[in-house]
């Protein structure tokens, strides 16, 4: 599988899952351009060696996924630089932890904006290119919480179940265009999103860390073991594929059997 001469972008990839489907992408010859928050040393550095390990051209756009100008403006200025944007990975995502009737409306917001509405404004603002091209690939990170929920993560499931019913509509619209929209969901993957809700879910329920871990985290899933971020982009590879071309408007779950209960 090659990508060379294709183009990725990919919202919320300097950590974890996005991190690995950009490096992922650019491993099999794709140019890349990451977005995310982090110190911009550190940034940096990530993308040079993107640059270094994959001989791709990889660059790195600040946008704040709550800010729909500059969300457009990181979608033009991908085009720009790389002269179009063939793939499009929607995958910034922010959680918070709180019983409905104590979330802040103000964390309600930014999650919608963040997890969902940034996804409109990317898809709408690359579908034009990539429908001009005959091609394009547009992967929306979704959750298992696309498709069933939990207590205590109101604006998170809402946002994903949003983003599930986003990535069926626009896969029908563009269906004849050469355009796949798929959302890949995952169950429980250990990223720093995880890692930071132990906290909150530790006071929500009164439990300890452990207790978290394994009695919220991992009862949810039957394999009794977290999604790895390498088989998550593994997937997202899949679905860049000529293989995958007649996959769209799905939902796939990667979630170690969660949503089969
Ligand atoms: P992560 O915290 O490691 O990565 C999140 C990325 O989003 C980071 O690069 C961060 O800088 C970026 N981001 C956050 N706010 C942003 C903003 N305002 N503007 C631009 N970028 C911003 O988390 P992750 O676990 O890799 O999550 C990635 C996606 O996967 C999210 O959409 C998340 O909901 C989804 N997901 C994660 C899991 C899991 O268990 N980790 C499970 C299902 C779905």
New binding site residues.
Partial sequence: MTFHGKSALI??????????IARALAHEGADVMI????ESNEIEEVRRSIERDYCVKALYS??????PHEVVAMVRQAEQAFESVDVLV??????YVAAVEELPPEKWD?II???LS?AFHTTRAAVPGMTARGWGRIIN?????SLVASPFKSA?VAA?HGIAGLTKTVALEVATSGITVNCI??????????E?QIPGTMKARGLSREQVINDVLLEAQPTKQ??T?DQ?AALAVFLCSDAASQITGANLSMDGGWTSQ
Avoid: E
């Fill in positions: 919202t919320g990839s300097t950590s974890g899952i996005g991190l690995a977005n995310g928050l982090g600040p946008a704040n996924m709550a800010n929607n995958n910034a995502g922010v959680q930014t904006a963040i997890n940034a990170t979704a959750s298992a919480h998170y994903k969901s995952p169950g429980y993957v250990w990223t720093p999103l995880v930071r977290f999604v971020v998550v």
